[in-house]
C-alpha cells in the first residue's frame, strides 16, 4: 500500500516520551502501510528544541514540517500528548493530515476524572500519589507514582529493557506539559474545527483518558469522529 501511517508520540504523566516502549504493539497492527515513529521535539531522540518554546502548537508546527519535507500526507496516530498535538496539527495545518486516531488522550485535562480511576483501580494510595505529583512534582513523588500509579496505566507492564532503553525528555518539558494541559480555558470547543476522520480510542480503565474524557472529545469534534472503548484495558 502506498498510505502512510505517522505515530507522533507524546509524553504525559508518564514521563517517559519516546517510542520505544509502544513499537512491539503497533507495528503489528499497521497492514502494510509505510509507517514513521515519531518523537516530538523535547522527547526521546529528537531535537532537544528550545524549552521557551515547548508548546503544543510548536509540536504541531514541526510535525508538519517534517510532513511537508518528505511529501506526504499520513494518517496521524497520536498517543497521550502525540494526541493532543494531532489536535493541533488537524486544524492549523489541514493539508497534512488525511485521518487522525486519537489513542489515550485528552481534550481537556480533567485530574478528577484521573484521580478517581486510579483510586478504583489502586485505591486511595494511588490516587493521592498522583494528586501529590500533580501538585508539587519532586523526585519523590517521581518515585512514589512509579510504584504506585505506572502499573495501573498498562495491562502489559514494560519490561526492565524497554525501560532502560527510553529516553526521558528534556529536564522541564513534563512539568510545562502538564501545567499547558490543566490550563483553566476548555479547548474543547476547539476541536469541532477538525474536519478530517478521526477515530478517538481508550481503555476502560485507562487513567489518563478515560472512557469520559473520551466521550468528551468525540462530542466536540462532532460527525467526523468515532468512540472506540477497548474493554479490559490500560
Not at 496539527?89 to 493539508?95: D, G, N, S
Not at 476541536?191 to 481508550?202: K, Y
Request: charged share 20%.
Amino acid at each position: 500500500s502506498g498510505r502512510s501511517a505517522f505515530r507522533a508520540r507524546g509524553v504525559g504523566p508518564g514521563r517517559y516520551g519516546d517510542r520505544t516502549g509502544c513499537l512491539p504493539g503497533v507495528e503489528p497492527v499497521v497492514c502494510g502501510a509505510r509507517m514513521r515513529c515519531d518523537d516530538l521535539w523535547w522527547h526521546g531522540r529528537s531535537d532537544p528544541g528550545t524549552l521557551g518554546v515547548c508548546s503544543l502548537i510548536a509540536g504541531a508546527d514541526s510535525l508538519a514540517d517534517l510532513c511537508g519535507t518528505l511529501g506526504v500526507r499520513p494518517i496521524v496516530a497520536g498517543f497521550s500528548l502525540g494526541g493532543r498535538v494531532a489536535m493541533r496539527l488537524a486544524p492549523t495545518h489541514p493539508e497534512t493530515v488525511e485521518a487522525l486516531a486519537l489513542v489515550n488522550t485528552t481534550g481537556v485535562g480533567r485530574p478528577d476524572r484521573t484521580a478517581a480511576m486510579f483510586r478504583k483501580h489502586g485505591g486511595d494510595a494511588a490516587a493521592l500519589a498522583y494528586e501529590r505529583d500533580l501538585a508539587n512534582p519532586t523526585t519523590d513523588s517521581m518515585n512514589e507514582w512509579f510504584r504506585l500509579c505506572q502499573p495501573l496505566t498498562v495491562k502489559r507492564p514494560y519490561t526492565a529493557d524497554e525501560f532502560a532503553d527510553m529516553v526521558p525528555p528534556v529536564p522541564g518539558v513534563t512539568p510545562q506539559h502538564v501545567k499547558e494541559r490543566n490550563q483553566p480555558a476548555n479547548p474543547l470547543p476547539e476541536r469541532s474545527v477538525i474536519g478530517c476522520p478521526s477515530l478517538v480510542r481508550t481503555g476502560d480503565s485507562d487513567p489518563l483518558g478515560t472512557p469520559d474524557d473520551a466521550a468528551d472529545l468525540v462530542t466536540a469534534i462532532g460527525p467526523n469522529a468515532t468512540l472506540h472503548v477497548i474493554e479490559n484495558s490500560g
